[in-house]
């Protein structure tokens, strides 16, 4: 490195190609042993950094194996000799053209662990030099990361990120001159690509692997709109390269990510927040359509340096001088990312990222959101058309989400739990005695007991029958609750299992609930029937004609 940076162009190519004459002193076989990964990784840095044109031309080479090297780089097992064969093909790549098709097809082609290597050579080669390579290489990697793209398989993540991670090392590559070498239908597709992204959940054994897409999508994302925003003198139609609705988009997709399960992947998104909040957006005729929707709410919330805000209305912990808090600290967090649901733009994405995370078994980050969320739903006001966001209006967003994928327990789940926590913390009692609310309470009666007794998800019957429970209080609801019981204590499913029946946890929770709630009702028959009856035995039709 320190004979390339010198000022001696004549001296410096022939010290550079010196040492990497000297890999010929090191054989074949030991570069690419089968448990020489560190060795194979520092031979392809080596070439990357010491490679010549002359070597390149060079007939025969001084060193003839290193192709042979950067070719066993590039399909070895290990993510690090992926990457250093691709820093080698990079270098190759500025000197000389090279046939990317054929690249293309062996790395397409072959077995998933070596696909990785695709989108991290993809992204490293010199297009500013091999213009003609663009075309098929945008277009490898966005069929590379479709849904419905058969190969790689879903199951690559690793390629999949990877291929993510490409775009925006393709846009660095060439954003001193972008409009010369991509059209803005490109790189409104990869845009597009990495806002599909934020959507992977994919999970296999080793957990939650489509965070590893979803973080290498959030960074992407603010790449390209670092970029292009930085470099809009350069682009004369800027708002077609960057459509103020995607970055809109983009921000609301981030955010989303920013209140998720996850502290690596909140924290990321939220260090992504920051640095597109400090961006200088592009101002045409005196007004920015780039501008964010709730620009002034960010900052106060998310700038801590600017954390003085005397319109919080429920508890925020302060931040002291010194304290540079993250978003993966989940009591810091929450008490203020609840408050973006007062920005109607971002509202249904952080909602259900919101939902996501009530619905998670983390505790450490589960019960902070729950109780910021009781917290922040007691201070709405009920229903006002000139606040910001009422209770109302959450509980109808709720359940519109659920409306929309009333057939998903991924998401179904989640709401129930979300509406569980908020009934058993008495955050919803208002609506009693309110016709609006009072309509949405119904509502989600009727939605989530349809078909109660075909639904095969334990969960999600528990989580309804909780849900029928906490409703109990609700005296213009107690009968309608009271008829769906029946549908709880005589459930039929599942047969087996004494831990995961049906009957039995239900009577068991109306029984407990019944003994620390005042429901306005003698409960003691009902007590000591829910204590008599034998529910691990008895059948769904006895117990609806005993009701």
């Known amino acids: 490195m320190a004979y390339r940076d010198s000022g001696d162009a004549g001296s410096r190519e022939v010290h550079m190609r010196e040492i990497f004459w000297a890999l010929s002193r090191i054989s074949f076989d030991v570069v690419v042993g089968s448990r020489n990964a560190i060795v194979t990784a520092a031979a392809c840095r080596l070439i990357s950094i010491t490679l010549t044109l002359p070597e390149i031309q060079s007939d025969p080479s ?3 194996h290193w192709r042979k090297i950067i070719d066993h780089g590039l399909k070895h097992r290990t993510t690090s000799v992926q990457e250093a064969a691709a820093d080698a093909v990079a270098s190759f790549s500025r000197h000389l053209l090279f046939c990317i098709s054929t690249l293309i097809r062996e ?6 662990i070596i696909q990785q290597s695709l989108g991290t050579v993809l992204g490293a080669v010199d297009y500013s030099a091999h213009t003609n390579a663009l075309p098929e290489a945008t277009q490898c990697l966005l069929e590379f990361v479709k849904p419905s793209h058969k190969s790689p398989p879903k199951q690559n993540v690793e390629a999949r990120r990877n291929c993510y991670a490409a775009f925006s090392r393709i846009l660095s590559t060439v954003i001193g001159n972008v409009t010369q070498y991509l059209t803005a239908e490109v790189v409104n597709s990869f845009y597009d690509s990495l806002l599909n992204g934020l959507n992977d959940y994919s999970m296999d054994e080793r957990g939650d692997v489509g965070s590893w897409i979803r973080v290498s999508c959030v960074q992407g994302l603010t790449a390209f709109s670092e970029m292009l925003i930085q470099n809009a003198n350069s682009i004369p139609a800027l708002e077609t390269y960057l459509p103020p609705s995607k970055l809109h988009a983009a921000i609301s997709g981030i955010l989303k990510q920013g209140v998720e399960r996850l502290d690596n ?5 939220g260090e992504c927040i920051r640095r597109l909040l400090a961006l200088p957006l592009p101002v045409i005729d005196g007004y920015s359509p780039w501008s ?9 919330l998310f700038n801590w340096w600017v954390l003085h805000s005397t319109e919080v209305k429920f508890k925020i912990n302060v931040v002291t001088s010194g304290e540079t808090p993250g978003w993966n600290e989940a009591p810091w967090l929450f008490p203020r ?7 109607s733009e971002y509202r249904s994405s952080v909602l259900t990222g919101f939902v996501l995370t009530i619905g998670c078994k983390t505790d450490s980050t589960q019960r902070p959101l729950a109780t910021s969320l009781v917290s922040y739903a007691k201070s709405l006001p009920l229903s006002d058309q000139s606040a910001k966001y009422d209770v109302n209006t959450l509980i109808e967003d709720l359940i519109s989400q659920a409306k929309s994928q009333i057939m998903s327990n991924a998401i179904v789940i989640p709401i129930l739990q979300t509406f569980n926590v908020l009934l058993e913390a008495d955050a919803l009692s208002r609506l009693s005695e ?3 609310g009072l309509r949405s309470l119904e509502q989600l009666i009727t939605l989530f007991t349809r078909n109660i007794s075909r639904l095969k998800s334990v969960p999600r019957i528990h989580e309804t029958m909780k849900l029928v429970v906490h409703l109990l209080p609700f005296q213009p609801l107690f009968e309608k609750c009271v008829l769906r019981l029946v549908d709880f204590l005589g459930h039929d499913f599942p047969r087996t299992d004494e831990d995961w029946q049906v009957r039995s946890n239900s009577a068991e929770f109306l029984y407990v609930f ?4 005042d429901i306005g009702r003698d409960t003691d028959e009902v007590e000591e029937m829910l204590l008599e009856t034998e529910w691990l035995v008895i059948s769904a039709l006895s117990w609806q004609r005993e009701s």
């Open 514 to 517: 019944l003994q620390g709630t």
């Open 62 to 64: 001084p060193v003839p």
């Open 434 to 436: 309110d016709s609006r």
């Open 107 to 112: 790395l397409s082609s072959s077995p998933p």
């Open 292 to 300: 964010y929707p709730g620009s002034q709410l960010l900052n106060e």
């Open 265 to 269: 992947v909140r924290q990321e998104s």
């Open 337 to 343: 990312a609840l408050r973006l649901l007062e920005i």
